[in-house]
């Protein structure tokens, strides 16, 4: 009985002036900062995998081709917010980030998938030019008992895709950070913003008593809220159980465990070793990690400066910064147990247009 599946074939989309990405069915030209899209690519979520039935499996590791891991698109959305001092950076957090998983083959070319059998053969470059590879001009069925048997898309080219990425796209919490250095200068350096990624990481585990396994961490090219290119680090949920998005929770002190975590690596290593930075998660990016290089940007007096500035202490050296929005944090504030709840204002009356804000009857 033939069996017709429905392929689920979507258009991967990622902005490098800005840094956010995504999917859609329909292909866009612009992204939402305004620029154009340069990086635009189709791909399939396959339902599974299988082999031809006429394969013979084999452990010749010289035969093996090794696919590159590339790393994934992560974007996360919402407000930002800024860090107990703001001068230092801000983060924004949501339970709705985008994760995308993705494989472009070893050449980085993509692959022609038959749409009617689902054989997938890795795209060749012949004298500069990338061609379908020969192997599915002419195939036979994926899965059938008849070796000479063509498959339909032999005959039909329109049935052959090229071109196309595997990929897997998921939802799931994932909290993004941009940090300064104390000169005020945007992280840029991509050895130091990714080995602070995996501190970090390590850190927000720590706080809440998880297994790091729990959570992935990545770096990608952003844009600050001024309009300034920087690295933002981002720290996102394995299994979408809502750890990375509590991480607001624990800010100051991810950074505290973090930097304590890069000083005092047992091996004292040059760069990065098991005991400090490197794990199974980042067992492709050892060259990518130094933990003297996160150091240079988490210094002792920039930790010092990440507490809340005395200008901004309203209510004396117990005053905290809220890094919920105004109504989640009135909403929180008057439990059932609370008999009042008062909101401070500062500023002059007339900056503040009661009459008409929609805080009036949330209140």
Same mark, same amino acid.
């Given at each position: ?10 258009? %991967? ?51 093996? &081709? ?18 107990? +001092? ?5 983060f924004?957090?949501? &339970? ?15 692959? %022609? ?35 000479? !048997? ?7 080219p329109?049935?052959?895709? &090229?071109?196309?990425m ?32 995996v ?5 927000l ?31 996102? !949920? ?9 991480? +607001? ?14 000083? &005092?690596?047992?091996n ?17 990016? %050892? ?51 609370s008999?009042?709840t ?12 009661? %009459?008409?804000?929609?805080?009036? +009857?949330?209140?």
């Open positions: 009985t033939k069996v017709t599946e429905i392929q689920s074939i979507r258009i %991967a989309w990622r902005c490098k002036h800005c840094g956010e990405s995504g999917s859609s069915l329909s292909l866009s030209e612009f992204c939402q900062c305004g620029e154009p899209l340069e990086v635009v690519k189709e791909f399939l979520e396959p339902s599974g995998f299988a082999v031809d039935f006429y394969d013979s499996p084999h452990n010749d590791v010289s035969k093996q &081709t090794f696919i590159p891991v590339q790393n994934p698109w992560i974007n996360a959305e919402g407000e930002w917010v800024p860090f107990p +001092n703001p001068k230092l950076g801000a924004r957090q949501t &339970t709705h980030g985008h994760v995308f998983h993705h494989s472009s083959g070893a050449l980085g070319h993509g692959y %022609a998938i038959c749409l009617a059998c689902g054989r997938a053969e890795e795209m060749v470059e012949k004298n500069g030019q990338i061609c379908i590879p020969d192997k599915i001009k002419s195939h036979s069925r994926l899965r059938y008992s008849k070796k000479d !048997d063509l498959c339909p898309g032999s005959h039909e329109w049935k052959i895709k &090229t071109g196309l595997l990929g897997h796209e998921e939802f799931s919490d994932v909290i993004e950070l941009q940090i300064k250095t104390e000169d005020g200068i945007w992280l840029r350096n991509p050895i130091a913003a990714k080995s602070i990624s501190a970090l990481r390590d850190a585990a720590e706080c809440l008593g998880v297994q790091v396994s729990e959570l992935g961490c990545e770096i990608k090219k952003s844009k600050s809220s001024d309009g300034n290119s920087t690295l933002s680090i981002l720290i996102y !949920d394995h299994f979408s159980a809502g750890y990375a998005s509590s991480a +607001n929770k624990y800010i100051k002190m991810m950074f505290e465990k973090a930097r304590e975590r890069l000083i &005092t690596c047992p004292s290593c040059d760069s990065a070793c098991p005991q400090c930075l490197l794990d199974y998660d980042q067992r492709f990016s %050892a060259e990518s990690l130094d933990r003297h290089k996160a150091l240079e940007i988490l210094t002792e007096q920039w930790l010092k400066q990440l507490s809340l500035p005395s200008e901004l202490k309203h209510f004396g050296d117990l005053s905290e910064i809220e890094t919920l929005s105004l109504c989640e944090t009135i909403w929180r504030s008057s439990k059932p147990a008999s009042h008062r909101l401070f204002v500062s500023g002059s009356p007339d900056e503040w247009d009661i %009459a008409t804000s929609p805080l009036r +009857n949330f209140a």
